[in-house]
């Protein structure tokens, strides 16, 4: 499934940035050629070699849980382009308008919009998306949802829904933070996520949603175990 999600992007980023016979994608990272400004977030006292890593590293703008009516279960935003609430809630909406009729629930699908990279996936009652500038790696942007996705049904355990979500949000929040700080992707691995935000919760004594912090660090335990010994 996730394969074919990697060749659906790979078509896209083809498509968008006018792909010509004999030129090579790479689906792991940018080109050796990167565009001045990729990222112009930067600041002015960082030296030039810092920048360039900079440039190199991949930016989230957001990345959005709604519901079913487009409203806000849990979200992070990363980026500026947004300087107020109702800015933020102005594009939660117009991006959700444009999506809520894909067939997104199968595997995850990606677009254009107001010259960001969006891509998004749903189950039950959510919908999941995250969104890059305009020049993004889209394979990049598709980690870090099948990341989120994953790891909020390790943690949950299969039951993914927003009523669960919202009984344990706070442990949506962490998720959110072991996956992106600042714009950064720190982590897309599902069981590593999955395994930080049980530990975290257990270290600072949290008696919210006991029960499924333990079940999450098992499961994260368990799937961890099966991957080394195949």
């Known amino acids: 499934m996730f394969e074919q999600w990697i060749e659906n992007a790979a078509n896209f980023h083809k498509r968008r940035s006018g792909f010509q016979k004999g030129s090579v994608f790479n689906p792991t990272g940018y080109s050796q050629e990167v565009p001045p400004n990729r990222n112009p977030i930067v600041s002015e006292k960082i030296l030039p070699s810092e920048k360039k890593k900079m440039d190199l590293c991949p930016l989230v703008k957001n990345i959005l849980l709604l519901d079913s009516e487009g409203k806000r279960v849990a979200v992070k ?3 500026d382009d947004w300087p107020t609430n109702s800015a933020k809630e102005a594009f939660e909406k117009a991006v959700f308008t444009k999506t809520q009729k894909t067939s ?3 595997e995850a699908e990606i677009t254009m919009f107001d010259n960001y990279v969006v891509v998004y996936k749903f189950v039950q009652d959510l919908h999941f998306f995250v969104t890059g500038g305009e ?3 889209e394979i990049i942007l598709a980690s870090v949802l099948q990341g989120f996705f994953d790891a909020v049904g390790l943690i949950l355990r299969g039951s993914v829904d927003k009523r669960e979500v919202l009984e344990n949000l706070d442990l949506i929040f ?3 933070d072991e996956i992106v700080d600042g714009g950064i992707v720190l982590e897309t691995d599902a069981d590593v996520i999955a395994g930080k935000v049980a530990s975290h919760s257990m270290d600072d004594g949290a008696p ?5 912090i333990t079940q999450a660090l098992a499961t994260a335990r368990e799937r961890l175990t099966r991957s080394l010994l195949t």
């Open 77 to 79: 935003y990363y980026s």
């Open 104 to 106: 997104a629930r199968n």
């Open 135 to 137: 020049n993004e790696n």
């Open 174 to 176: 962490l998720c959110l």
């Open 208 to 212: 919210f949603s006991e029960q499924t």
